[in-house]
């Protein structure tokens, strides 16, 4: 079964504290995993791939096979971070997207 | 080419009445994809064309869902005699490739009465 997990509706932080949206994920085959994030009254956009090892907005996510885990992180939120976050397995010629994480970051 | 677009942005019906949807893909993206988002869920799959084929539909698309991508370009979702329970945002999307993520477009939001 193809299946993203992600634990928590809402994460609430202070400007400048650090920030982590855990995300799991069931597969059978090798994982190709994706954030996404939508702001307030815009659409669903990609943040970035495991693939690409890359850091955007300064997120970095990680994957660890062992834990089945692709957690996002940023050492330091900014208010401008608030947003829904969703992350998303490639499945058999589809994304498969956990129900999201509210991320709130108050000055 | 300013993205993927979708049109209506809302629709409001009937309970009963037919409603259709369409999505303009990025024009070099061969792959498109519908989702439907409902309150509190992540986008849920709906169905998939690669060029004009349909290649995999969800159980989520009974048979009042009918989904077209006649020439490979613009595709449309029809839904006959909806319900209450239809109401929701229906994404489209589009990518070039597996594994390059998907470009989404705003989405229809549709609310049946």
């Known amino acids: 079964a193809q299946r993203v997990t992600q634990p928590e509706k809402l994460l609430s932080v202070f400007k400048g504290a650090p920030v982590e949206l855990k995300c799991n994920y069931s597969y059978s085959g090798s994982p190709e995993l994706f954030w996404y994030v939508q702001y307030s009254r815009q659409r669903l956009q990609l943040l970035l791939r495991h693939i690409s090892r890359e850091s955007i907005k300064g997120f970095t996510a990680d994957l660890n096979k062992g834990e089945t885990s692709f957690h996002l992180k940023k050492p330091f939120a900014q208010e401008e971070d608030s947003a829904m976050y969703y992350c998303?397995?490639?499945?058999?010629?589809?994304?498969?997207f956990g129900t999201g994480t509210r991320l709130l970051v108050s000055p | 080419d300013t993205g993927v677009s979708q049109d209506p942005r809302h629709k409001i019906t009937k309970r009963g009445q037919n409603v259709t949807f369409r999505c303009d893909p990025i024009?070099?993206?061969?792959?498109l994809y519908w989702y439907r988002q409902t309150l509190g869920q992540g986008p849920e799959f709906l169905t998939y064309?690669?060029?004009?084929?349909?290649?995999?539909k969800s159980r989520l698309l009974s048979d009042r869902f009918s989904a077209e991508r006649p020439k490979g370009s613009f595709s449309t979702l029809e839904i006959q005699r909806t319900e209450q329970g239809d109401s929701a945002m229906y994404l489209c999307?589009?990518?070039?490739?597996?594994?390059?993520?998907?470009?989404f477009g705003s989405g229809t939001r549709l609310t049946v009465v």
């Open positions: 998303a397995l490639q499945g058999f010629q589809k994304l498969v």
């Open positions: 064309f690669q060029n004009e084929a349909q290649l995999e």
């Open positions: 024009s070099e993206h061969n792959r």
């Open positions: 999307a589009s990518s070039l490739a597996d594994r390059v993520g998907y470009t």
